[in-house]
């Protein structure tokens, strides 16, 4: 593995994290823009200096306060930062430098902010999952890891069985129990990752998020009246079958061989 390329796909992580702040901030706002104004102190409405604005360096340097109000900086900015940098070194690491890699980093960056997003608001914007569902599909006419066929039925499949199974919780609870964010984030991973990645992207989703939401129940002592988001475990569970696709249908045809 050449690690001049590897040291790039961790710097360009790191940058596009920085810029997926921004996202996660502004985006979920009416009318919010991730253009004007630059980047400044949530507090002071101080516009930051390119050098207190360098990802993950600058934070470590002013100790996580604003060198104006010396307000503390969220933990949020180092995370995604890091997060994005490390996720962007696994993809060059399974992908190399490759159209692969720029397909799937793209996916990525639309993941990490949805997300962020979705754990603080609970919504996942259709300014992230609408155009991923469309670039996703028409991706997959250069990705050599997907067919459009495979692309265009996860799209299909994807968004259809989420709401299958949101309008069957509606018609025996008369709850809704999954937003309609959900279901196209489903569809755009299915876009992404193809209809093969649906079985595992659900059930490993439900698991995890069953585990969590026991978890929140006892804390809350809410009982079946305590709400996460479930955006996050799709997301999760996505970047998981990107990263062990092999090994997981792997397991799977040797589980339904042996069964």
């Known amino acids: 593995m050449n690690h ?16 997926l702040n921004v996202v996660i901030l502004r985006l979920p706002e009416e009318e919010g823009s991730i253009v004007h104004p630059p ?12 050098y207190d604005n360098i990802p993950v360096v600058s934070f470590l340097l002013l100790r996580g306060r604003c060198r104006t109000c010396h307000r503390p900086i969220s933990w949020q900015y180092p995370l995604v930062e890091v997060a994005t940098a490390l996720l962007s070194l696994a993809l060059y690491q399974r992908f190399g430098a490759s159209i692969g890699f720029a397909i799937y980093f793209l996916f990525i960056a639309a993941l990490v902010p949805i997300i962020f997003i979705d754990l603080r608001h ?4 259709d300014r992230i999952s609408l155009p991923g569902m469309a670039l996703g599909l028409a991706l997959s006419l250069v990705n050599p890891f997907l067919s459009w066929q495979d692309a265009g ?24 129990g999954m937003g309609g964010g959900d279901i196209k984030l489903l569809a755009m991973i299915g876009a992404f990752l193809g209809w093969q990645s649906l079985p595992f992207v659900i059930l ?23 709400m996460i988001p479930y955006g996050p475990f799709l997301a999760v569970g996505a970047m998981l079958y ?13 589980w339904l061989q042996g069964a």
């Open 4 to 19: 001049a390329l590897s040291f790039l796909a961790l710097l360009l992580g790191a940058v596009v994290g920085s810029f």
């Open 39 to 50: 980047s400044h102190c949530p507090g002071c409405q101080t516009p930051l200096r390119w």
């Open 122 to 125: 609970q919504i996942i914007p």
């Open 153 to 176: 039925l996860g799209l299909l499949l994807g968004g259809g069985t989420l709401y299958a199974i949101a309008a069957g919780y509606y018609l025996f609870t008369k709850r809704v």
């Open 204 to 226: 490993s989703s439900s698991v995890l998020g069953t585990l969590v939401g026991i978890g929140v129940m006892i804390k809350e002592r809410k009982g079946g009246k305590s």
């Open 242 to 254: 990107l990263f062990y696709s092999q090994k997981i249908l792997t397991l799977a045809i040797a």
